[in-house]
């Protein structure tokens, strides 16, 4: 038989005279210390690329990336669960071949996992990140690339999501790390919106996460990409906006400013030609 033990409680009065930490960001209105973080989309839009930068940018401590400004840099682990490992490196050095030298000094701030040509795809990695994570110097972010890969459950399951996301918050816990997963977006109509909803593990995964970050292609400009922060427990000022961002030559996103989402996001409608001629 199971005793549980009562909860601590604080007066009002009490949790008055309390001093809070001050709260630490590490890229500002999206990654807080010990938070988190979901980037969601669907296939092939670009998640690993987007988080690849988000990473390396942290590591190095550029001024800013996506716009939301660095504080300074910090020890990442990119855990790749998608590329095999020449893919990987080669998207890598071209990323950092675009990195101003000033910033270098700090790469080794970076780290990246290798399969050694054997990937572990659809099968439950928990365990070795674990280990990965005690075995090494404190990361202060760890992204996980992604959570469809890295795992055997279906995540579509609650019975079987909610263990997986206790154990990623105690993963989280060991450091205090940030952690960044890699998700994506369920079927969908062809015209829509970015909203959780549109996440794998639905509501349960959405609740336990707290800052959420979606990306889309437009339906209307080839190449143009969307980013939205739909979810955040913070302060965010940029909540519910969407921005434009396309891949330059280097594979560098470049900002495009807001954008209107609802024209992006919704397929254009193909008419004849004579009713083109008589609508114009």
Same mark, same amino acid.
């Given at each position: ?125 928990? &365990?070795? $990140? ?7 110097? #404190?990361? @202060? %972010? *760890? +992204? ?52 959780? &909803?549109? $996440? ?7 609740? #336990?996460? @707290? %800052? *959420? +970050? ?54 254009? $409608? ?11």
């Amino acid at each position: 038989m199971t005793i549980s033990k009562k909860f601590k409680l604080i007066g009002g009065i009490e949790s008055m005279g309390i001093q809070l930490p001050e709260k630490q960001m590490i890229v500002e209105e999206i990654i807080g210390k010990h938070k988190i973080i979901s980037i969601a989309a669907d296939t092939n839009v670009g998640k690993s690329i987007w988080t690849h930068q988000l990473g390396l940018a942290i590591a190095v401590s550029k001024s800013e990336i996506f716009g939301f400004p660095i504080a300074k840099p910090k020890r990442v682990l990119f855990l790749n669960f998608e590329m095999d490992d020449n893919e990987l490196i080669e998207r890598q050095q071209l990323l950092i071949s675009r990195i101003p030298l000033r910033y270098r000094m700090h790469l080794d701030n970076f780290y990246c996992n290798t399969f050694n040509g054997k990937r572990t795809l659809f099968q439950d990695n928990w &365990d070795r $990140i674990e280990q990965t994570i005690k075995e090494n110097d #404190a990361f @202060d %972010v *760890i +992204i996980i690339d992604n959570l469809y890969s890295c795992t055997g459950i279906d995540d579509e399951k609650n019975a079987d999501l909610k263990p997986l996301l206790k154990r990623i918050i105690e993963i989280s816990d060991i450091n205090k790390s940030s952690l960044v997963i890699v998700n994506h977006h369920k079927k969908h109509l062809e015209s829509y919106i970015l909203t959780p &909803d549109l $996440i794998r593990g639905g509501s349960t995964f959405s609740n #336990a996460v @707290d %800052v *959420i +970050i979606q990306l889309a292609e437009s339906l209307r400009q080839p190449g143009l990409r969307l980013m939205k922060i739909t979810k955040n427990r913070g302060k965010s000022l940029n909540k519910g906006k969407a921005f434009g961002m396309a891949l330059s030559n280097d594979l560098w996103f470049e900002m495009r400013g807001e954008v209107n989402e609802s024209c992006h996001l919704s397929a254009p $409608i193909i008419t004849s030609e004579n009713e083109r001629v008589l609508g114009a």
